[in-house]
């Protein structure tokens, strides 16, 4: 857990002598040995600590020269504390002093102003940089690691750090890492310190031509200064060049998922989430979809219009048959191999019934349709390769079970039965993919056998035992399992090597089947099994992965955020999940669907599978912007604010009327007004909402919780969301404490974590915390500001990717104000965070502080808007922009009079920011600049609805209304 510290007051510098000769070998360390002698003869002329707080600015001046010298390609540097990209000079001329003059933690934090963890810091970033082998201790322990030789550590806290290593790998290696780099330099000064040649006399004072020409050096330097700051060498924003995306948690699963939901077949990419529609269809209409053996083909049935469409995953269409609605009712029930689909043409009844079914063929490349058997049957089931027929006769009253015969296919339709096995088939027939058996789900009760083989009529019975089974195609039968009890087993899937059955196994009861589902593997022909997963009983679901490693299952399980303990009558909330079974037996949640519409897995393509999709129409490099003009049909109550935001179809928003959050579609209907609900936004690419409510509905004084509107998609259509309950969750353990509260909850672009603040009233803390699938709800970092912030000061956290959060701490408070904003990141493979940039007040600022943070789409940018707080309540404001793969590369592109609201074009090539009271749009890299409104229109809270359109509230003298731009 890291936590930030700021100084309590200045820090007082002691004026102590220091020896000379150590500091010109200690300065070798960082500089060649002419310009380390000029900075240590520098430093001498004061002799004090006072002396030495002026080194850094004369290295950064010497670094600049050697910069520039060498050329801005650079020669490798031969000296291990030379600042550069990943050493910044404060740190190396911290590890220097430490060695070579053996000055205490405590003097370099007077020496540099800064706190003594920052010094502790800067000593571990120092010999990171020498040897990057060291690994990354713990974030609470970072500091302490960097001071480990410190003489001066209290005694309290290196016990604390020694008793804390003994058990942590990581801190342990640090620690060690650290005195191999301290026991190689105190070697090197040793050695500089015997070479040290004798200091040459001093030179004469410049005359008025040498006072030019140093004034010319002095602009030359001043501008590859200008440059070398862009390495860290420079003031302004400092920084550890951190990537801020980072590799994630747990390797990206690849390739394709066809899933069945209500709408129809549609394909999720597991390693983008892109979902993209296969075969759909209305979902108030009833239909079925069947996908071939390979997920090349999807076969679509509507009963309704007595209509079979097929097409391929790419979405063309292959074949359709239309018959009339009043010839005999049909349906499909499997493919015959690739190019064919089976059906069985029900008879319109009279005698016989059932008896005098069909079984029909059609083919999907010329259209043909045959018959191939009549007579007794209600479903069948084709193998793979097409040449075996399982046909599931007629239930027979009375009698749990069915009878099904194993057929071969000939030329001639099917023939006769190569196996037969009567009463005792319930419902569950999964294929080999080399087609030589079908695994059955098969009664083992010997009481469901008729006395002496003839059918007698008998009262019902409750059925206890069911074994998996697998029939050959030559008809010999071998039972897998043989359960007791009353328990039953169900054939799942078998991977694609055919070596492995997954089936599931659960207790029966009257009522049912007894959850939780234990999920078992065992071979071709039984043997050995063993058990993988529990899960849900929707989790029969499950695919292999095309190599046969990985195995998805669905299934339902508690949501990952801790229930409302004021309310515990309540059930525990579930939601549909996808989860990845890993080789190693690692379970770990690929994705979830808080409104239900996720889809159960069919298929698992390979990469590729799926066409390419085009790609989305791009914002242009060159925009022109009509005129301002407000939005057709938007009431005048309404306003763009700081939670308006697009929807994940792009078609619903957020916005605000009063003091309320409004809901509703861009046409306008249907529309939603939340009572109650702060802080909203979109979960993920979910059509849900995640905010922050009381935990009484209705009563806005109540204990802050953490709210979920779990509405299904366009918020199901339903007029008077308001009155939806929403799920309640309690993650921070606030239970009935007033004087804390959630604030800002935001969740991962994939759903799979959430983070979220807590702000504490009485003590003035704020609290970053993360939760998720993969991580229990803990605290990652606290910072003291929350009562002296006055509303000025908001915690903000943006995502630039699925598993990596940036977030700003303002620090080194003075007089109710930040003077310095860190932007750390922490990554969901850790949870630890990470500086990247430290930004200070300078010049008239009273404080800064960091208002907004949103990172573009695909995560590749990352914006930020500083506010510059002046006398009188006075702010400016300044916008930057920074690439993801190095924050201390930001630029700043725009500075102005304090506004409000900034938001991403869809593609990630545009910003749009309210700066000045208007609306500029501002290309990713900041170098262009285009103005959506006029001067002075008191325009804020841009919002880009789609890719040439934006919105944004215009505050008139009869009040705010919102006002829309479109580009052209």
């Keep these: 857990m890291a936590e930030t510290t700021h100084p309590s007051g200045d820090h007082t510098i002691p004026s102590t002598a220091h020896d000379a000769g150590s500091l010109r070998a200690a300065l070798r360390l960082l500089l060649d040995d002419a310009p380390a002698d000029r900075v240590a003869a520098s430093a001498a002329r004061g002799g004090d600590d006072r002396a030495l707080g002026r080194l850094l600015p004369r290295l950064r001046w010497e670094a600049a020269r050697g910069w520039l010298r060498r050329g801005s390609a650079g020669a490798k540097q031969d000296r291990p504390l030379a600042p550069r990209r990943d050493l910044p000079a ?62 001066a550590l209290p005694l309290i806290e290196r016990a604390t750090l020694l008793a804390h290593a003994g058990g942590c790998a990581a801190c342990r290696a640090a620690l060690e ?11 090197a000064i040793e050695q500089a310190r015997a070479a040290l040649p004798a200091l040459p006399p001093a030179r004469r004072t410049l005359g008025p031509a040498g006072m030019v020409a140093a004034g010319v050096l002095l602009v030359v330097l001043l501008g590859a200064a200008l440059v070398a700051g862009r390495l860290g060498l420079a003031g302004g924003p400092e920084g550890t060049p951190v990537p801020l995306v980072t590799s994630p948690a747990r390797p990206a699963l690849e390739g394709w998922l066809l899933l069945r939901t209500l709408r129809g077949v549609e394909a999720l990419d597991l390693e983008t989430r892109q979902r993209v529609p296969v075969s759909v269809g ?27 469409e097929v097409s391929d995953i790419g979405r063309r269409q292959v074949r359709i048959w239309n018959w009339p609605r009043s010839q005999q009712r049909s349906s499909p029930v499997g493919w015959l191999g690739e190019t064919a689909i089976l059906g069985v043409e029900y008879s319109s009844g009279g005698p016989g019934g059932d008896q005098n079914n069909r ?100 009262e019902p019975r409750f059925v206890q035992r069911i074994d998996v089974a697998a029939l050959h195609r030559d008809g010999t039968v071998r039972y897998l399992t043989r359960v007791g009890g009353n328990s039953q087993a169900e054939p799942v899937n078998v991977s694609p090597d055919g070596q492995r059955v997954l089936y599931r196994l659960f207790d029966v009861v009257a009522g049912g089947p007894r959850t939780p589902v234990s999920l078992w593997v065992t071979g071709p022909e039984g043997g050995m099994a063993q058990q993988v997963a529990e899960v849900d009983l929707s989790g029969s679901a499950a ?27 309540a059930e525990p909330y579930h939601v549909p999940t996808l989860a990845a079974l890993e080789p190693d037996g690692t379970e770990w949640v690929v994705a979830a669907s808080l409104t239900g519409f996720g889809g159960l897995p069919v298929r698992w393509l390979p990469p590729g599978a799926i066409p390419s999709q085009p790609s989305p129409t791009p914002t242009p490099d060159a925009v022109v912007p009509l005129s301002p003009e407000p939005v057709p049909g938007l009431p005048s109550t309404l306003r763009t604010g700081p939670v308006s935001r697009p929807g994940p179809d792009s078609y619903t928003l957020i916005l605000q009327g009063g003091d309320r959050s409004v809901v509703r579609s861009r046409s306008g209907q249907p529309e939603w007004w939340l009572d109650g609900a702060t802080d909203l936004n979109w979960f993920g690419s979910e059509p849900a909402l995640l905010g922050v409510a009381s935990a009484t509905p209705g009563s806005p004084d109540g204990p802050s919780r953490l709210a979920l509107y779990p509405a299904p998609p366009l918020l199901a259509q339903t007029p008077g969301f308001e009155a939806v309950e929403y799920q309640r969750f309690d993650p921070a353990g606030i239970g009935d404490d007033q004087t804390r509260r959630y604030a800002h909850p935001l969740a991962a672009p994939d759903g799979r974590t959430v983070a979220f603040f807590v702000v504490d009233e009485a003590d003035g803390n704020v609290a970053l915390w993360l939760a998720g699938w993969d991580l229990p709800p803990r605290e990652v970092a606290h910072w003291p500001g929350a009562t002296q912030a006055d509303g000025r000061v908001p915690p903000v956290a943006t995502w630039t990717d699925a598993g990596t959060l940036v977030y700003a701490v303002p620090e080194a408070w003075r007089e109710g104000l930040p003077q310095r904003v860190t932007l750390y990141r922490v990554t969901l493979r850790d949870a630890e965070p990470t500086p990247v940039l ?20 695909d995560g590749a940018w990352l914006a930020y808007r500083v506010r510059h707080f002046g006398t009188g309540g006075a702010a400016a404001d300044s916008l930057h922009l920074a690439p993801a793969h190095d924050v201390t590369q930001a630029l700043e592109a725009a500075r102005g009079e304090a506004a409000e609201g900034m938001a991403w074009s869809p593609d990630g090539r545009w910003l749009a920011a309210a700066l000045d009271d208007r609306v500029l749009l501002l290309t990713a890299d900041g170098r262009t600049t285009v103005p959506l409104t006029g001067p002075a229109t008191a325009a ?29």
Excluded: K
């Design 90 to 151: 404060r740190a190396a001329l911290a590890l220097a002093l430490h060695l070579g003059l053996d000055l205490p933690v405590d003097r370099l934090a007077g020496i540099f102003q800064i706190p003594a963890d920052e010094v502790g810091l800067d000593l571990l970033r120092a010999r990171r940089a020498v040897e990057p082998t060291i690994p990354r201790p713990c974030a609470e322990f970072a500091a302490l690691v960097g001071r480990e030789r410190d003489a």
């Design 177 to 187: 890492g650290s005195e191999r780099v301290d026991d190689a330099l105190l070697a």
């Design 282 to 308: 209305d979902p108030n209409v009833l239909s079925s979809w069947i996908v071939s053996h390979s997920g090349r083909y999807v076969a679509h049935w509507t009963p309704t219009t007595n209509a079979l």
């Design 359 to 458: 079984l029909i063929v059609l083919d999907i490349t010329t259209g043909d349709q045959r018959v191939v058997y009549q007579g007794p049957v209600t479903a069948a089931s084709a193998s793979p390769d097409g040449t075996l027929v399982l046909l599931v006769l007629p239930h027979q009253p009375y009698w749990p079970g069915r009878t099904v015969e194993l057929r071969p296919v000939g030329p001639d339709g099917l023939g006769e039965p190569i196996a037969r096995i009567d009463y005792r088939f319930t419902g569950a027939a999964i294929w080999a993919p080399d087609s030589s058996r079908v695994y059955l789900s098969l009664l083992s009760d010997d009481a469901v056998t008729p006395p002496g083989g003839e059918w007698t009529q008998r």
């Design 543 to 569: 695919v292999w992965s095309p190599d046969g490693r990985t195995l998805l299952l669905a299934g339902e399980r508690r949501f990952y955020l801790p229930g409302d303990p004021s309310a515990p009558d």
């Design 838 to 857: 430290t930004l200070r007040a300078h010049g008239a600022d009273r404080g800064v502080a960091v208002t907004d943070l949103a990172a573009a789409p």
């Design 940 to 968: 804020s809270y841009p919002l880009w609805v789609v890719d040439d359109e934006v919105w944004f509230t215009l505050d008139e003298d009869r009040g705010p209304r919102i006002m829309r731009v479109r580009l052209r």
